[in-house]
């Protein structure tokens, strides 16, 4: 059967996990009629699934200053900064079964302006936390019509950031959508209270994909090329170099998986962007003038 990871071997998750794993998973199941990917991958480390699954009961289900469908917008928002198609269905799904309104996921455009107003503290804290300051907090908080609570923003923070986080290991492992994944179609994990559970750019953006693969491409020749080398002083046959290159070329994090440049999924997630060129940015960067930084001794 297809794997949930494009790295990992379903044999492997399915052997790996032991038999707390599989005790999480059949509870995920029973309880929601489906597991996710995520979990069947992080099911290979029983103990954090565990923390997980309580981590995300709490921020999305438990009492809160936000309610439920816009604790699943943000999330959205979170995940679009890092193109992360996976996520992003998974929300929106999550967004209409919980009741938001259809017509916010048409784009951000269509959000209410104090949704709209977490743009700028989202893209910051995705890709260059160092340039936040208290001013884009007390904008936040400035007495208005649209304006957060403390409460709310704290939640609102707490959320994006956990999505900026959570996007990366979607990438990392290369947990693959679903077939059957589709908006309004997804899982959640048993109440952590029930018996039967336990209690950059860092991807390739639109207008950079097509120079990334070439950037990739590249590299690859290159690395054939020096395989070649080892193998004439090794004494490899070529049948083996063959296959350790394809192998490498297969596992390598630097070749994108097909959904981060799916021109169909990018549009999809670009409507939850905006000033989608804003990226990382080194702030150690010799010659210029460095930003200020938060520093912690």
Same mark, same amino acid.
């Given at each position: 059967?297809?794997?949930?990871?494009?790295?990992?071997?379903?044999?492997?998750?399915?052997?790996?996990?032991?038999?707390?794993?599989?005790?999480?998973?059949?509870?995920?199941?029973?309880?929601?009629?489906?597991?996710?990917?995520?979990?069947?991958?992080?099911?290979?480390?029983?103990? *954090?699934?565990?923390?997980?699954?309580?981590?995300?009961?709490?921020?999305?289900?438990?009492?809160?200053?936000?309610?439920?469908?816009?604790?699943? *917008?943000? @999330?959205?928002?979170?995940?679009?900064?890092?193109?992360?198609?996976?996520?992003?269905?998974?929300?929106?799904?999550?967004?209409?079964?919980?009741?938001?309104?259809?017509?916010?996921?048409?784009? =951000?455009?269509?959000?209410?302006?104090?949704?709209?107003?977490?743009?700028?503290?989202?893209?910051?804290?995705?890709?260059? $936390?160092?340039?936040?300051?208290?001013?884009?907090?007390?904008?936040?908080?400035? $007495?208005?019509?649209?304006?957060? /609570?403390?409460?709310?923003?704290?939640?609102?923070?707490?959320?994006?950031?956990?999505?900026? /986080? =959570?996007?990366?290991?979607?990438?990392?492992?290369?947990?693959?959508?679903?077939?059957?994944?589709?908006?309004?179609?997804?899982?959640?994990?048993?109440?952590?209270? !029930?018996?039967?559970?336990?209690?950059?750019?860092? !991807?390739?953006?639109?207008?950079?994909?097509?120079?990334?693969?070439?950037?990739?491409?590249?590299?690859?020749?290159?690395?054939?090329?020096?395989?070649?080398?080892?193998?004439?002083?090794?004494?490899?046959?070529?049948?083996?170099?063959?296959?350790?290159?394809?192998?490498?070329?297969?596992?390598?994090?630097?070749?994108?998986?097909?959904?981060?440049?799916?021109?169909?999924?990018? !549009?999809?997630?670009?409507?939850?962007?905006?000033?989608?060129?804003?990226?990382?940015?080194?702030?150690?960067?010799?010659?210029?003038?460095?930003?200020?930084?938060?520093? @912690?001794?």
């Amino acid at each position: 059967a297809e794997g949930p990871s494009t790295f990992i071997p379903l044999g492997e998750i399915l052997q790996e996990g032991g038999e707390s794993s599989l005790h999480q998973l059949l509870g995920a199941f029973v309880s929601a009629g489906r597991v996710d990917h995520v979990a069947m991958v992080m099911g290979l480390h029983p103990q *954090y699934l565990s923390s997980f699954w309580k981590t995300q009961y709490l921020l999305l289900r438990m009492d809160g200053p936000l309610p439920y469908h816009k604790r699943h *917008y943000i @999330a959205i928002m979170a995940a679009a900064r890092h193109r992360c198609s996976y996520l992003v269905r998974l929300h929106m799904g999550e967004f209409l079964q919980v009741g938001g309104n259809p017509a916010w996921l048409q784009g =951000l455009h269509c959000a209410p302006q104090k949704l709209r107003n977490l743009n700028e503290i989202n893209k910051l804290l995705a890709h260059r $936390p160092w340039l936040i300051t208290k001013e884009h907090i007390e904008a936040l908080l400035k $007495p208005g019509e649209d304006s957060w /609570s403390l409460a709310e923003l704290v939640q609102a923070l707490v959320l994006l950031t956990h999505y900026h /986080s =959570l996007a990366s290991f979607v990438f990392g492992c290369g947990i693959k959508p679903k077939e059957d994944q589709d908006v309004g179609n997804s899982c959640w994990p048993p109440s952590p209270h !029930s018996d039967s559970s336990p209690a950059s750019d860092d !991807s390739v953006g639109d207008s950079g994909g097509t120079d990334a693969m070439q950037e990739v491409e590249m590299l690859m020749e290159r690395m054939k090329l020096l395989q070649e080398n080892q193998r004439e002083e090794e004494g490899v046959t070529q049948e083996e170099m063959a296959t350790r290159f394809e192998l490498e070329k297969t596992e390598s994090l630097l070749v994108p998986s097909s959904d981060v440049l799916d021109p169909s999924l990018q !549009s999809n997630i670009r409507c939850f962007l905006e000033d989608p060129e804003f990226g990382y940015k080194d702030f150690t960067r010799r010659g210029e003038q460095a930003p200020p930084t938060f520093r @912690a001794q």
